[in-house]
């Protein structure tokens, strides 16, 4: 429910904004708006943003998608066997204990499971932007 609602009732809001400042003569309601940024279309490949749209954007709503997520999984808790999980987290525990980067080593698995699946963002933009050192002179172009 909090995804819907964000989705529903954030998410547009900071979408017209921008419109409105990028376009001077942009006049359209808030409510002409929301149909242009809920026409959508599924796109399986560009997961986790499965919804793709001209206006559409989640924004960072990732939190949410992840609390959405662990709820769906709160079910599946009850038929785990307590004592070998109690003993696996006791494990993890111990060797994230014993050697500092111990607990890196997801972020690592993770890391090289998106590479491989190539869901890699180009940022050529972010790129061009610090090469031409505009950061430092505080422009934009």
Same mark, same amino acid.
């Given at each position: 429910m909090p995804l819907v609602f964000a989705t529903v009732v954030l998410d547009p809001l900071p979408q017209r904004l921008r419109q409105r400042s990028a376009d001077a003569g942009y006049d359209e309601s808030y409510a002409g708006f929301l149909p242009h940024f809920f026409d959508v279309r599924p796109e399986? %490949?560009?997961?986790?943003?499965?919804?793709?749209?001209? &206006?559409?954007?989640?924004? &960072?709503?990732w939190f949410v998608v992840l609390l959405a997520f662990s709820l769906l999984l709160v079910p599946a808790y009850r038929w785990l066997p307590r004592e070998r999980v109690?003993?696996?987290?006791?494990?993890?525990?111990?060797?994230? %204990?014993?050697?500092? %980067?111990?607990?890196?080593?997801?972020?690592?698995?993770?890391?090289?499971?998106?590479?491989?699946?190539?869901?890699?963002?180009?940022?050529?933009?972010?790129?061009? &932007?610090?090469?031409r050192g505009s950061w430092r002179r505080g422009t934009s172009s």
């Open positions: 399986p %490949g560009e997961v986790p943003f499965v919804m793709q749209g001209e &206006h559409f954007e989640t924004g &960072h709503l109690r003993r696996a987290g006791e494990r993890v525990a111990e060797a994230a %204990g014993r050697r500092r %980067g111990a607990v890196l080593l997801p972020a690592l698995v993770f890391a090289a499971f998106c590479a491989l699946a190539r869901m890699e963002e180009d940022r050529s933009v972010f790129k061009d &932007h610090l090469s």
